[in-house]
């Protein structure tokens, strides 16, 4: 019902930024919380970041705090990951989901999320 669409990767230098984006199609997403996760080889998926449609709140894996930064165009039912200072551990598959986890806990957790885009790949060099 609902499809996601990731977009923005790509190949970058340590230290260097780049702007995921993720378009959602199918129906409105107000009452949906929406997260950014990553995979890289050999791992699970992690989670990165979380934020609800209807409000301000978000959430960010200590991994990432401080230099990724989430927002979300509810008008255009996108989200985006703005990723600075960017490091080789950075490197991984990043997924947007979807879903309706009801606590901040909850949306660090892949099963609460029903929807998923096929992944982007990040690539940081040293």
């Known amino acids: 019902q609902v499809q996601l669409v990731e977009s923005g990767g790509g190949l970058v230098q340590a230290g260097g930024s780049l702007r995921l984006s993720c378009a959602a199609s199918?129906?409105?997403?107000?009452?949906?919380?929406m997260g950014w996760f990553r995979q890289g080889p050999g791992k699970e998926r992690e989670f990165v970041a979380a934020s609800r449609w209807n409000g301000d709140s978000t959430d960010y894996a200590d991994s990432v705090k401080g230099r990724f930064t989430m927002s979300r165009d509810n008008a255009k039912n996108t989200v985006s990951l703005q990723m600075n200072s960017l490091k080789p551990e950075d490197t991984a598959v990043y997924y947007c989901a979807a879903g309706t986890p009801r606590t901040v806990a909850l949306a660090r957790r892949r099963d609460r999320y029903d929807y998923w885009g096929q992944g982007t790949q990040v690539t940081v060099s040293s």
């Open positions: 199918g129906r409105t997403f107000s009452s949906y919380a």
